[in-house]
Structure formats: C-alpha cells, structure tokens
C-alpha cells in the first residue's frame, strides 16, 4: 500500500465489518472537512483493490452564506485531487428549520439524508459511506448516556445501518467504515497525501449539543479518566453484541407473533406469557415497524402499552406520530392518523332503517341483511357469526336496523338479567372502535339481535316453532367460515 498504510489497513478492515461488496458503486457524503478528506482520499487509494465506483457528493446546507459557497468550491477540488467524480447538491436549512420548527442540527441532518439518498439512487449505488470516527461514537455514546438511553443508544453508531427518514418514504444504507480510526488520524492521512482540508467554524460554535460535548464535555472526561474516548468507543461495541441477542430473541417472538387471526395484527397470547421486559421491547419493535422510527417514543409510552396489553381489550392508546395502539382479545396492532379500520367487519354507521322480513336490505359498501321464514333447522347453532336463528314472531314486532345508542340494554340468550350493551361489548371484547358500527336487529319489544355477537333472550326459537327468523349480516368484510367462527367466537366471548 501507498503513503498512510496504517489508515488503509483500517479504512480496509473498517469496509469488511460493514459488509461492502467488492465492485460497489459507492456515493461518499463528502463535506470537505478532514474526517470525509481522510476518507475520500482512503477509498480512492483502495479504488482498484476493492474495484469500487466512486462517487463524492457534496450538500450545500446555506447555513453560513458566502463560506458555504468557499467550502463547496474547495470540497470540488479535493475530489478532483483523489481523482473522484464531485455533485453539489444545495439545500435550504434554515428555511426549513424555521417552517417545521425544529433545530438546525435537525433539518440539516434530515435534508442531508434526503440528499444523499436520492444521489444513492440516482447513481444505482449499494449504500451511502460516511466519514463516522471513533471520536464520533464516542460523542454519540456520551450524548444517549446523558440522555438516559438504553441498549440502544448506546450501542452507538453502527458499521453498517438502514436510516429511515421521518415523514418521508425514504431509506438510505449508510456505511461506515471508520468507527475504529480517530479524528487525528484522520488529520495526519490528509498531511501525508497533501490534501487541504475545509475547516468549518460551526464546529467550533457551542451553540450545538453535540459541539458542546466534543469541545467541553468529552475533552474533561479524558483528563479525569485517560483513555476514556476508547473505552466509550469499546461501551458501543459490547452495547451492540448484547442488543444483538435481544433483538434475536425479540425477532423470534415476532414470527410466533405474526399471522394471527387479524391480518395486520400481532398475537396477543403469544407475546403476554413472556417476562414485561421482552414484552416492552417487542412493543417498541412494532411500533418502529409501522411507523418506520421510533423518534418521540418515550419510555413512559412503553410502559403504557405493556400495560394496556395485559388489561382488557378493545381498549386504544394514543402514541407520537399520529399512531394509535389498539388492543383486541386476540391481538394487537398500531393505526395511524384517521386511516380507515380495515379490520373492522362492520359496515359505515347506519341510519334507522326498516327491516325487510322476509327480504334482503341493503347497508351501504356491500353490506347487506338478509332475512327469511324457513323451516326450523335441526343445528339452532350455525357456527357463524354471521348468522342467527330467531323466533317466527320478530317479522309481526317492527324490526328496525340501527347502531348503538346511549342507554341500550338487552338480555342476552343464555343469560338471566339484562345487561348494558356497553358492558356487553366490554365483556365480549369488541373492539372500542369498532361499537358505532355494529348492526343492530332492534323491534317493538327490544333488542333482537347484536349482528355478529348475541342473539336476546327472549328472541330465541321455541320447542314450538316449527318454522323460524333466519337472519344473516353479508358483505366484503364477513369472510370464510373458519375466519368467521374464529371471529365470532371472540366477540361472543367464547
């Protein structure tokens, strides 16, 4: 190897442990400074080695008007030196701070990530290489601590991540190959190959959280314990290979988890005999998945969510991000915003409407109820929800179709006294989202049949009638019958 072999051997070993194939097409977040010089000049030297296509590309963030066009210009020409092609792409930070009320750190760190995602793909390249160092992790590490993170955060920065951006549909591999090089070496490579690195003064400005930490928190630790910077460094190591084993354990929890009886959701009994802890991290996984960040969700939201989980169920909590946590009696999921309950079986709420005996009416979407007079059955059960054998005589006592009202009361078959209709579907685990849409079979003398659920007491077949009601709810969200019975036997509380 030329000049700086010491760095090439780690940069070398650095692109192993991020899992960068040979003959990739690399785009390197290039700013100019001495860490992404030292880099771009290290990738170009390994350049036949590795056999990579590399691209450097440079974002323009305008915070600092008139230097920022003098870095761009000077970021150019180290590119040129290494012998790399060079993109600038401008961005508008302070615009967008302003306008989405949030930091400068932030909106540059997601306008940059933007940036160089779609220069990732608009060059068909297999990830984004940054020019992260040990000083870096070490900062990071420090920061998350102070922040009273978990495993998590400090397990640091990793070789090798997938960044998700929020709000957006964007995703960015991002490799970094330096996390075992310090910033000096970084410094003293760039001498050795004569590249003139930009210095940038907002580094130096303790306006910034994570300056601060570099310039007058990192630098006291290491006087009060020599070789500190290291040992947080060796911290998000031993962080990583211990989550490593969590998230095993959490991965397999979620593939006994998945496919359960609602699409879209997760098992509820596979996830509740596990210890709170595995249960808490399982949460915060799903919650990650649907979302596609964690970002805002708290320790005190996962302690609710593992407590609403083992509580009743069609119960809901409100999360960051506009995510609703919803728990069923068979199992749980996340809805986001005002998107639809595509779970939901029932049909859009329903206007007071005559109920056609015998004959069919219809609901709205596809939904419809049929009714007829037939012969009484041999099975007064028919194993589906969505069926129900009533008495003869309902057609004679003006049946209606409604939803739920305030103070609806109803003797459900099979039970003594009557009950509240709300604690009825408390009790039967329908869904609180779910109640304002269930189809009721109202008449003259009261409740006659709560679709999907409960037939009334007093509605039900006698020894004497030989020809029977038989009402049945039909429409796109009443599927096949195992579904239906899986279904039915959890809103009749079986």
Request: proline share 6%.
């Amino acid at each position: 190897m030329s000049s700086g072999s010491t760095f090439l051997e780690q940069l070398d070993a650095g692109l192993t442990r991020a899992s960068v194939p040979h003959g990739a097409v690399l785009v390197v977040a290039f700013s100019g400074g001495p860490d992404s010089s030292a880099l771009l000049g290290g990738l170009s030297e390994l350049r036949d080695h590795w056999n990579f296509t590399l691209w450097a590309v440079h974002v323009n963030h305008n915070i600092r008007p008139g230097e920022s066009e003098l870095d761009q210009r000077a970021a150019q020409q180290i590119a040129e030196q290494c012998g790399v092609e060079f993109t600038a792409v401008a961005v508008e930070v302070p615009t967008v701070a302003n306008e989405k009320n949030i930091s400068i750190e932030s909106a540059a760190r997601q306008l940059r990530y933007e940036a160089l995602s779609h220069s990732a793909d608009k060059h068909l390249a297999y990830g984004v290489v940054m020019a992260h160092t040990r000083d870096d992790q070490a900062e990071t590490v420090l920061m998350h601590a102070g922040r009273g993170s978990g495993l998590k955060g400090i397990a640091g920065i990793r070789p090798r991540s997938v960044l998700k951006i929020p709000g957006s549909d964007i995703e960015m591999t991002a490799l970094r190959p330096m996390l075992g090089i310090s910033k000096a070496e970084c410094e003293t490579y760039c001498e050795q190959i004569g590249v003139q690195f930009v210095v940038d003064e907002s580094n130096s400005s303790r306006e910034y959280t994570r300056n601060r930490i570099r310039l007058d928190v990192l630098p006291e630790l290491i006087k009060a314990i020599p070789g500190s910077s290291d040992a947080l460094a060796r911290l998000a190591e031993n962080a990583a290979d211990d989550l490593s084993i969590v998230d095993w354990a959490v991965e397999r929890l979620l593939e006994q988890a998945r496919g359960g009886p609602v699409p879209g959701r997760y098992s509820r009994a596979s996830v509740l005999s596990h210890p709170p802890a595995l249960i808490a991290r399982v949460l915060m996984r799903t919650y990650e998945d649907h979302v596609g960040h964690a970002n805002d969700l708290e320790r005190s939201h996962v302690a609710s969510m593992v407590e609403l989980l083992a509580g009743r169920s069609g119960t809901s909590l409100d999360l960051p991000n506009g995510v609703t946590f919803i728990v069923d009696r068979d199992s749980f999921g996340f809805r986001s915003g005002s998107a639809p309950d595509n779970d939901c079986p029932y049909p859009d709420p329903l206007k007071l409407t005559e109920l056609k005996i015998p004959g069919t009416t219809g609901l709205g979407d596809g939904f419809s109820m049929t009714t007829a007079i037939v012969e009484r059955p041999l099975n007064l059960d028919p194993e589906n929800p969505w069926v129900t054998f009533a008495s003869p005589t309902i057609a004679r006592l003006l049946p209606r179709l409604r939803n739920r009202k305030n103070g609806d009361r109803f003797q459900p078959l099979g039970m003594e006294p009557q009950v509240k209709l709300q604690d009825f579907f408390v009790g039967a685990g329908v869904p609180e989202r779910w109640r304002d849409r269930v189809p009721i079979v109202e008449s003259s003398r009261g409740i006659v049949w709560v679709a999907g659920s409960r037939l009334a007491e007093w509605a039900k077949v006698q020894p004497a009638h030989k020809r029977v009601t038989r009402l049945e709810l039909t429409g796109p969200a009443t599927p096949g019958p195992g579904i239906s019975r899986s279904l039915g036997n959890r809103l009749r509380g079986d």
